[in-house]
């Protein structure tokens, strides 16, 4: 997805992330490789973890509930230039297509 959509899947964020990870993979074969326990890869993971923030899962304003509302709109929203195909069944590559194609539209004409 990232050769296709680099504006999506290639941003700092998501690079700072990796590497963090290879950061704390190396200092845990280096842990491993010298039988020392130095604490970089326990800082390193517990960064990583103050990333994720969690999500409520029960009730009506569940993260579950808003992501299949979310999910229904965005149905919605591509089927006008779907042409008559059915977005569940499409790929994901397919949705992402039609995604940019419903941004450059907004873009030229502005919503409607």
């Known amino acids: 997805m990232n050769l296709f959509f680099p504006a999506k899947f290639n941003n700092l964020d998501r690079k700072n992330i990796f590497v963090n990870r290879k950061k704390r993979i190396l200092a845990l074969c280096d842990n491993l490789l010298t039988g020392t326990d130095n604490e970089v890869a326990e800082k390193i993971e517990r960064y990583l973890l103050s990333l994720a923030k969690p999500k409520t899962f029960n009730g009506s ?46 873009k030229e004409h502005g919503r409607r």
């Not at 808003?66 to 977005?87: M, P, Q, V, Y």
């Not at 069944?89 to 539209?105: A, G, R, S």
């Open 61 to 106: 304003g569940s993260y579950e509930i808003e992501f299949d509302k979310a999910f229904e709109e965005l149905c919605h929203t591509l089927s006008s230039n779907a042409n008559g195909r059915e977005i569940k069944k499409m790929t994901v590559k397919e949705v992402y297509i039609l995604i940019d194609l419903n941004n450059k539209q907004i």
